[in-house]
């Protein structure tokens, strides 16, 4: 009889949902990666070669225009994986996904071998449709979000929703990541973070974020936050509490 310190576990909340036995043949296939700053998980327009089961840190996937510009279609941390779109039918990346906040690691799976897992449909198939779908509905509130919220509330959800992520009241962002992550300039990323500095809701320092105030955070971030958080939830990712 195998005991329960003995079984196979993951910080990824969607490997986590596997039976053990599933779990300890796909961790056999997987490679552990360290999430450090700016590690490049998938290329715009190339192959996608891995998918990645994050245990830590918060990741980005991006899309840049002619002139530039870059702003992020989808935040992924230990509640989701990079390369859902090999599950949805397509080997080449539409975007760039990277780590954006570093921590820990990442199970690192070959897309051949992910794929095999697809076709099998067993429960690993079963766990990242329902993450799909959780994705779609991501992409969907932030377009909508983008487009109608201000950017102190977008911010403010951003940063919570890091918060979430990481598990730590402090985390490392600059103003250059945090501009492309909401849309705007960076300009204006140091002048919302410094009202927010100002009213005592978090300390930016040396591109260092410290969330002070949680309640009040959260009370300065657009409805997609509590959008969100309900999604995660379902996934097993619960908000952070100072």
């Avoid at 509330?153 to 992520?165: E, I, Q, S, V, Y």
């Avoid at 410094?194 to 309640?215: E, F, M, N, S």
């Amino acid at each position: 009889m195998v005991k329960k310190s003995d079984r196979p576990k993951s910080g990824n909340l969607l490997l986590a949902r596997l039976p053990p036995a599933e779990l300890a043949l796909l961790l056999a296939r997987c490679t552990p990666v360290a999430l450090t700053r700016r590690f490049t998980m998938m290329e715009r327009d190339q192959p996608i070669k891995h998918v990645f089961f994050p245990e830590g840190g918060v990741s980005s996937l991006t899309t840049s225009m002619q002139d530039g510009s870059t702003v992020e279609v989808l935040t992924v941390g230990r509640e989701g994986m990079v390369g859902i779109e090999l599950f949805m039918g397509t080997s080449i990346a539409t975007v760039d996904g990277f780590v954006q906040v570093a921590g820990g690691i990442a199970q690192r799976l070959p897309a051949q071998a992910f794929q095999r897992e697809m076709d099998r449909k067993g429960s690993l198939f079963r766990v990242v449709s329902v993450y799909a779908q959780a994705v779609l509905r991501q992409i969907v509130q932030t377009a909508a979000c983008n487009r109608l919220h201000d950017s102190r509330g977008r911010c403010a959800r951003w940063l919570l929703l890091t918060h979430d992520r990481v598990e730590s009241d402090s985390f490392i962002l600059s103003h250059e990541f945090l501009s492309f992550m909401i849309g705007v300039q960076r300009s204006t990323v140091t002048v919302i973070a410094g009202g927010l500095q100002k009213a005592g809701l978090i300390r930016y320092i040396h591109g260092r974020v410290t969330i002070v105030d949680r309640t009040g955070l959260e009370a300065v971030a657009c409805e997609c936050y509590a959008v969100a958080a309900r999604q995660f939830a379902a996934l097993g990712l619960k908000p952070h509490r100072n």
